[in-house]
């Protein structure tokens, strides 16, 4: 079994246009073990924002046994870092490779010399020595004044900085600008942290009791999308409505964590809903991580009875989705690649690819 699973898209054919073999293991790897041991087990399961899995898990978990389920100043950080880490990943080595006509990776903006992985620093260090990093290698000034310009002007600065700026990532996305702008994108925002104490219990009712939930969820009758672009923080922020913004959005949350109010940056939280029985949730990179976790008693202490997953992917992914409806929104000869940035502004955990299909022929 291909334990990752992998994504095919269809553009310009009709719903749905996305085929995930992602397998939903939580459960299946989850239960009998003991309480104590979720974490590390999700953790290793989910090796892409592992951090996050250990996190939500562990105040999953917490909130199950009556305890105090709210993360360390130390937890808090590691959560900080590790999302930024992230996104760093995606930008520096994915971008270049996933996105059509990228020019090829250049020395500066792979990851040697970023703090994020620098062994001899603590996380504190790390991330005090990160928006120097940004500065220095991408941005060409200071990640505040790169922030307070995209403020004021948060639907054109983004263009305006990479077709003025000479940097490896200014070029990266200049390459992609026109093509992107052109992915028009339907915008369906999900807001469950807007009222976690109302939402949350019913979304972990679903995520318990309806067998395929976590792997094709919905909320208030539709698929919603899930990103850097739906943070609580940003609430009042205005709708994405093009696959380019979503890009963006990436980066700026990328300076944002940067940023010394970085840690206060991402929700996260967890609420007992019965004996034993808790979810979990925390904002990663891609997006809203939801756990739910059902405890029992066991000869040596409480362990697992059932454990449930709903990653952004599933969100993101749908085959009726945000990015599904924009799938078969695409025609003509380019349309294969439109499909792949269309993606990769939503940022799939897994591999995918494009299926060609040939536009049908008119009389």
């Known amino acids: 079994m ?5 994504m095919r898209l269809r553009p310009g054919a009709a ?31 989910f090796t ?23 993360s360390t100043p130390a937890e808090r950080l590691a959560l900080q870092a590790g999302t930024a880490r992230e996104h760093v990943l995606r930008i520096a080595h994915d971008w270049h490779r996933l996105l059509p006509g990228a020019p090829a990776a250049e020395p500066t903006l792979r990851l040697r010399s970023c703090p994020l992985w620098r062994d001899d620093l603590d996380t504190l260090d790390q991330l005090a020595d990160l928006p120097l990093w940004l500065a220095h290698h991408w941005l060409a000034e200071p990640v505040s004044s790169w922030l307070a310009a995209q403020r004021v002007d948060p639907l054109a600065w983004a263009a305006h900085w990479c077709e003025t700026v000479d940097t490896p990532l200014a070029r990266l996305l200049r390459s992609q600008r026109v093509a992107m702008e052109a992915i028009t994108t339907p915008a369906r925002p999900l807001r469950l942290l807007d ?43 205005a709708p994405i409505h093009n696959a380019w913004m ?44 939801v756990h739910w976790v059902q405890l029992e008693d066991g000869p040596q202490g409480p362990r697992v009875a059932d454990c449930r997953v709903l990653a952004p992917t599933e969100w993101n992914f749908h085959p009726h989705g945000v990015l599904a409806q924009t799938l078969a929104g695409l025609h003509g000869d380019t349309r294969a690649d439109q499909a792949a940035r269309a993606a990769v502004a939503f940022d799939p955990c897994v591999e995918f690819d494009v299926a060609w299909m040939p536009e049908p022929a008119h009389a």
């Open 2 to 6: 291909n334990l990752a699973g992998r």
């Open 246 to 289: 979503r890009l963006v959005a990436r980066l700026v949350d990328l300076l944002q964590l940067a940023l010394p109010a970085g840690h206060d940056r991402l929700a996260e939280g967890a609420l007992p809903l019965g004996p034993g029985e808790a979810v979990a949730w925390t904002e990663m990179a891609r997006g809203l991580l």
């Open 195 to 237: 009222a976690p104490l109302a939402t949350m219990p019913r979304l972990a009712r679903r995520m318990a009791e309806e067998p395929d939930f976590c792997a094709l969820p919905d909320w208030l009758g539709a698929p919603a999308e899930t990103g850097p672009w739906t943070r609580a923080a940003d609430a009042a922020s």
């Open 15 to 45: 719903l749905p246009t996305i085929h995930s073999s992602r397998p939903m293991l939580a459960a299946r790897v989850a239960r009998g073990r003991r309480a104590e041991d979720l974490p590390g087990t999700l953790g290793a399961l």
């Open 48 to 70: 892409l924002c592992a951090h996050a899995h250990r996190l939500t898990a562990r105040r999953a978990v917490a909130a199950a046994m009556g305890e105090v389920a709210v």
